[in-house]
């Protein structure tokens, strides 16, 4: 399965921004999606899942400003992002979970080609 994501741009602290992910595959429904970050110099780190059944799980950075959604009829996953801050600038991406901790980049693949999130102070 090919993952891409996109909807990344250059907002205003305090904006929003959604971005999407896109499945080549129907089998995308099988599968826990989530979506990681990696600003400049840091590791990739864990954003938010949501699994087959629309269960969902967010880092602590996350939650109360961003939402994962996902349409599977349409094999997109979404990421609707608001009160958007400087420390949100990274690439985006999503991927494929394999099994494990959700929190553990190791435990994805399939990783689509990230989209660039900048929020301006």
């Known amino acids: 399965v090919q993952l891409q994501a996109s909807g990344g741009g250059l907002v205003q602290a305090g904006g929003s921004l959604r971005l999407s992910c896109a499945a080549s595959r129907r089998t995308f429904s099988n599968y826990d999606i989530a979506w990681f970050r990696q600003a400049p110099e840091k590791e990739r780190e864990f954003v938010a899942v949501v699994t087959l059944n629309g269960i969902r799980y967010y880092a602590d950075s996350a939650k109360g400003r961003f939402t994962i959604s996902r349409d599977n009829a349409k094999n997109t996953v979404n990421l609707q992002m608001s009160s958007l801050k400087p420390e949100d600038t990274a690439v985006y991406y999503c991927?494929?979970?394999?099994?494990?901790?959700?929190?553990?980049?190791?435990?994805?693949?399939?990783w689509g080609q990230g989209t660039l999130v900048t929020v301006s102070s």
């Open positions: 991927a494929i979970f394999m099994g494990g901790r959700y929190f553990d980049r190791h435990n994805y693949n399939s």
